[in-house]
Nanobody
């Protein structure tokens, strides 16, 4: 079965850290650029970060620049999102998505062919 599985979410206090993982099963991530998205209750889904197939190029939305770091380990078939200095407004369900042979970053949903089920991140005191 071809799927992406997110993990690492949870409840954290403001200022805390979490590391999300996005693991692929049934296919290799080498051919895919990966995007992380999030959706807060009552809000539209938004793109958070993107990483190229090699990991040599990344992109972040302004709200998370300097706090989040995306990385990938193709040998482990996994992409990570390190989230530091978390704020309550970072709360939401975080999804990873894969774009086959993508050469540039995009946060358009139609750009991605595979999606995970999401992991909940809650930042609250």
């Amino acid at each position: 079965q071809l799927q992406l599985v997110e993990s690492g979410g949870g409840l954290v206090q403001p200022g805390g850290s979490l590391r999300l993982s996005c693991a692929a099963s049934g296919f290799t991530l080498d051919d895919y650029a990966i995007g992380w998205f999030r959706q807060a209750p009552g809000k539209e889904r938004e793109g958070v970060s993107w990483i190229s197939r090699s990991g040599g190029s990344t992109n972040y939305r302004d709200a998370v620049k300097g706090r989040f770091t995306i990385s990938r380990d193709n040998a482990k078939n996994t992409v990570y999102l390190q989230m530091d200095s978390l704020k309550p407004e970072d709360t939401g369900v975080y999804y990873c998505a894969a774009a086959l042979r993508a050469a540039f970053w995009s946060y358009s949903g139609s750009y991605y062919s595979r999606w995970g089920q999401g992991t909940q991140v809650t930042v609250s005191s």
